[in-house]
């Protein structure tokens, strides 16, 4: 291939030879789209030709279309260091023992300039020379049992999960943290939760909404309070520790059972819904917000269940929803149907007959609100109670994914649908509550004078 016809194949190339810069400059670019300052990257292997991927100064990668290009100068140079310097764990028998868990998160991570991407560190060395602080706290050991991304997690990776939680527990741990994708971390709180009951020792998943390569990132202070909480802590339940506020100033520990991210990239996403948290977390103390949790315990006993059934689908109703959506489940073999019903827990007519064939093959079908805080309450409207009169069963207060993961585990355990009907109503681990507290709902909306004036209050 001769170098014209190279260079026409690779316009970012071409254009990179023509300003006599290279990958690694530190460069100054002007577009007609107007100025980027930052580090030219090596293409990833899944990138096209036609963009110069630069590192902002603000620690985001951007795509310049090599069209839009008027100039590039070269100010600098910065060579990659995507090596985190490992030291050895420092080793105190004063210290409490705690396990960390790996499923594919990135707590800490370096970044991958060939690729692009964001490599976890997850050795005791390497999370050592990333967040030595937590030497503070704990003798640490890690295990990676999973490397996937989150919405990759399932009923395998949480099987395997519990499996390992027990046996780590019956081995004398004094505390287990576990790193986990974001996205459907909540999920995975609100499973273990089913799935290892009677724990003695804390269980804290924690995760990253901004890797360890940018100056934004939350990683490193979301696993010092998780290691914190699981090394200090009394609180003897699955968690959820993430940042509370967007800023830098305390974690909050969730329930796994009332938690649910809220946001696709605040990192305060994490958020308790219809309850509040258990707990406030910084470097240097724990600070409970409600006195009914399960507390620590020195016995090395605990209750894993890890059944599961994965024929289990969660529907959330929308207008003029036709009935083949719930045909199809039925016609594929679905043994559990999780419906996220308007208001007080409703959906149109048209769905009667095919509910009422769900109801005949017997299809557990149980219902929450998309409305997220609240309470199902289907014997308000005719609607409700027709639909009850189909096999509908109100789940309470129970979050739409944490009716979806307890029904594949009821399911997982039993064909008698009066004993699913049984394990789904009978509260586990906070997942169904008497009441919600007035605070419990909190809403603000932006833009009000009096909403205003609050959050300047607490706005930094």
């Not at 997850?122 to 503070?136: I, K």
Request: aromatic content about 8%; proline content about 5%; some cysteine.
């Amino acid at each position: 291939m001769s170098d014209a016809n190279k260079g026409y194949r690779e316009p970012a190339l071409s254009v990179l030879k023509e300003n006599g810069v290279q990958v690694w400059s530190d460069v100054e670019i002007q577009t007609t789209r107007g100025s980027f300052t930052g580090i030219i990257l090596p293409r990833s292997e899944t990138a096209d030709a036609h963009h110069v991927v630069i590192k902002l100064r603000n620690g985001y990668n951007v795509g310049i279309a090599v069209n839009t290009i008027q100039e590039i100068k070269e100010i600098g140079r910065k060579e990659a260091h995507y090596k985190i310097p490992e030291q050895d764990f420092p080793y105190d028998p004063g210290k409490p023992n705690i396990k960390l868990l790996g499923t594919g998160g990135t707590i800490a991570s370096r970044l991958d300039y060939r690729t692009g991407a964001v490599i976890p560190a997850f050795s005791p060395g390497e999370l050592y020379g990333s967040v030595p602080e937590l030497a503070d706290y704990c003798n640490l050991k890690t295990e990676k049992l999973y490397g996937v991304f989150s919405e990759n997690m399932g009923p395998e990776q949480w099987i395997g999960t519990a499996k390992v939680i027990g046996e780590e527990i019956k081995n004398g741990i004094h505390g287990i943290v576990i790193g986990h994708g974001t996205d459907t971390m909540h999920h995975t709180a609100a499973i273990l939760s089913f799935m290892v009951q009677n724990s003695p020792v804390p269980i804290v998943m924690v995760g990253s909404q901004r890797s360890s390569d940018r100056p934004s990132s939350d990683a490193a202070l979301n696993l010092i309070h998780s290691v914190k909480t699981a090394a200090e802590s009394d609180i003897a339940e699955v968690t959820v520790c993430m940042f509370g506020p967007t800023s830098d100033q305390y974690a909050l520990l969730h329930r796994g059972t009332r938690v649910r991210k809220m946001h696709s990239s605040y990192r305060s996403t994490f958020r308790t819904i219809g309850d509040i948290p258990i707990a406030m977390v910084n470097k240097e103390k724990i600070t409970p917000l409600r006195s009914d949790y399960k507390r620590r315990r020195s016995d090395r006993e605990v209750i894993i269940n890890n059944a599961f059934e994965e024929k289990v689908s969660i529907v959330y109703y929308y207008p003029n929803m036709q009935p083949d959506i719930i045909d199809s489940l039925i016609d594929n073999g679905y043994r559990g149907i999780v419906i996220a019903g308007t208001g007080l827990g409703h959906v149109n007519k048209p769905l009667y007959p095919t509910l009422k064939r769900a109801q005949d093959k017997g299809i557990a079908v149980y219902m929450t609100v998309q409305t997220l805080w609240g309470y199902v309450q289907m014997y308000v409207y005719e609607t409700g109670r027709e639909m009850m009169q189909l096999g509908v069963i109100p789940t309470a207060n129970m979050l739409p994914e944490v009716a979806y993961v307890k029904l594949g585990w009821a399911l997982g355990q039993t064909d008698d649908l009066k004993k699913v009907k049984e394990i789904m109503l009978t509260p586990i681990a906070g997942e169904i509550t008497e009441r919600e507290p007035y605070n419990g709902y909190l809403i603000y909306q932006g833009g009000i004078p009096e909403v205003e004036d609050f959050l300047r209050t607490i706005k930094r």
